[in-house]
């Protein structure tokens, strides 16, 4: 996430040597004692002891607070509003000159550098605030001759990152609560998918039709014991006959009922012939 702009206003100076190159306006949080310009040496080794840093017309005097004054070519410093709420933040090791000015305005000002009090104007711009910078821990910084917002590099060349926008409080229970929810949900829909088998009831007639199915099927399935060959019976019915020699002589009990039917059978003829 970042956003090209160009400065509204740089009026040009005796040296170009010394540039602003990155500001701090918006600092997360209160910005009392915290914000930070970053500057860059592009030239030869400069003194910049009685120079002078103005803002919205005010000036304020440069103080080395780690380093001396004196920058070499392509050196950065930071001008920081106060040196200890500074390295609080920041994880800086390098040159720091402490220079108290009231606040940056968050609706963007004039920031100039003057060889002294009344001295020549080195640097003399006006930032622009941009959305991406305002409070948020986006710093402005000057890339390719156009102000970006970007993750903020105090003391290094710059480069821009896609700014991460850390969540609020109320984000992250937000978040919570769709977390829990949709655990619930998958919860419910599991239970919902449980398969649970059907007990199958029988009453006391449908057992005992159960149990005679499965006693015929048993005399079905039983095959008779090898027995030695008895001598043919003089069997007087054909129908008889052809059921005692059927293939089938394991179906004991169906040949059984064939031998009463036919009896039954002849009975009858004899009966009709008297």
Known sequence: MKKLISLLLIIPTVSAQIEITEIMYDVPGSDAGREWIEIHNTGNTTDITDWRFFESGSNHKLNNYTNDLILEPNEYAVIVDKP??????????????????????????????????????????????????????????????????????????????????????????????????????????????????PQTTFNIKEIETLEREENKSEIIQIELPTQEIIPEPKIKNKLVKLAYESENKGFVIIGFYLFLLASLALNVIQLISK
């Open 84 to 197: 200890e709420s500074f390295l609080n933040d920041t994880n800086f090791n390098g040159t720091i000159i402490d220079s108290s000015w009231p606040s940056l305005t968050n609706n963007g000002e004039p920031l100039v550098l003057k060889t002294s009090k009344n001295g020549t104007v080195i640097v003399n711009i006006t930032y622009i605030p941009l959305t991406e910078a305002d409070g948020n821990g986006a710093s402005l910084q000057l890339i390719n001759n156009s102000w970006q917002a970007c993750n903020p590099t105090p003391g290094q060349e710059n480069f821009c990152q896609e700014i991460i926008e850390e969540p609020t409080q109320t984000e992250i229970i937000e978040s919570q609560i769709e977390t829990i929810e949709e655990t619930n949900q998958t919860e419910t829909i599991e239970e919902q998918n449980e398969i649970i088998e």
